[in-house]
């Protein structure tokens, strides 16, 4: 089990617990805090996570940049891959396709699903990790495919 699952299970279970588990994923990768994201689930094959809609992330129309909306759906594919690779393997980002499908004019929840969990042996393959951004009327505004390069970790 990927130790960052370890302390989101362990996290997750104490008041305040996703919080502290959520700055300190904003500490290891800084550039996340500009959406300041809240981690609400993870596990392997799925994780959800929240932004705020604040002034930080407001585009010169008053709605959720999209960029910023990118920004979140990459949390939401780093906290699937956490879950999800094995300690014994490690995942670089590779590529991101992305479709803008409405304005997001209210917080967000990016959701990052796998339908199957792949199997993790010797030779390095891309994932795709499908993420949707909704908003809080449960409509997607933003829908991204973000490609992962698995490979074994030398030892």
Avoid: Q
Wanted: charged share 20%; hydrophobic share 45%; aromatic share 8%.
């Amino acid at each position: 089990m990927p130790r960052t699952l370890d302390l989101w299970r362990t996290a997750s279970r104490l008041p305040g617990g996703r919080l502290l588990f959520s700055a300190a994923v904003m500490a290891r990768a800084p550039y996340f805090a500009t959406v300041l994201p809240t981690v609400r689930v993870m596990e392997p094959g799925r994780a959800e996570v929240t932004a705020p809609k604040w002034f930080g992330v407001h585009n010169h129309i008053g709605t959720f940049h999209a960029i910023a909306t990118c920004n979140l759906a990459e949390v939401a594919m780093g906290m699937l891959a956490e879950a999800t690779v094995p300690s014994s393997h490690r995942w670089l980002p590779k590529s991101m396709t992305v479709r803008y499908v409405a304005k997001a004019r209210s917080r967000l929840r990016a959701v990052a699903t796998l339908d199957e969990l792949p199997a993790f042996g010797p030779a390095g393959f891309d994932l795709p990790v499908p993420v949707t951004v909704y908003g809080t009327d449960g409509r997607p505004v933003t829908e991204a495919v973000i490609t992962l390069w698995i490979t074994p970790r030398k030892r």
